[in-house]
């Protein structure tokens, strides 16, 4: 499986390019899923669900099927958190496997970058970063997209990874 990240500060444009690219990968015959970090606690079930349930009464794992999704929730009880190689070798195989987020790991990456935000760059310091998609003029060292170009920045990582 082919890996390419997106990464940046938060409010920079991350998961709207994440979307536009998978769309835009998938609409050129590729299997493609992701893998997104959250820095802060997220829970995907919702109170008073049976699934919620479990997890309250101590189940380390509930697996919730239906006709259209499963979904694996795992609970960590203070176990550290899932290195980025162990989460994508629980992953199906696919085409792609794009990653929002993981910022410090080293795969290939592109940062989403708004001026608006007022976050500095990461990738002048990151050369895992392999290009910048911004709503600003940049002058850098690496491929600079508009933001909104999602077809370039898909050529980009097409090329990138032989895809």
């Not at 590729?30 to 079930?45: E, Q």
């Not at 609970?75 to 629980?90: F, M, N, Q, V, W």
Request: hydrophobic share 40%; no cysteine.
């Amino acid at each position: 499986m082919k890996l390419y990240g997106v990464t940046g500060w938060k409010n920079n444009g991350k998961t709207g390019l994440m979307e536009r690219l998978v769309a835009e990968f998938t609409s050129r015959g590729l299997t493609v899923s992701t893998l997104k970090h959250a820095h802060h606690a997220t829970d995907v079930d919702q109170p008073g669900t049976d699934s919620f349930r479990h997890r309250l009464a101590g189940a380390s794992e509930v697996v919730l099927a239906s006709p259209n999704r499963v979904a694996i929730m795992q609970e960590l009880r203070g176990a550290t958190e899932p290195a980025l190689t162990d989460l994508l070798a629980r992953m199906r195989p696919v085409d792609l496997i794009l990653i929002e987020g993981f910022k410090r790991e080293v795969h290939p990456k592109i940062e989403a970058h708004r001026a608006a935000a007022g976050h500095p760059l990461i990738a002048p310091d990151d050369p895992s970063i392999r290009a910048v998609a911004t709503d600003t003029p940049l002058d850098l060292d690496r491929p600079v997209f508009d933001l909104n170009d999602t077809a370039g920045v898909a050529d980009f990582i097409a090329r990138e990874l032989d895809l």
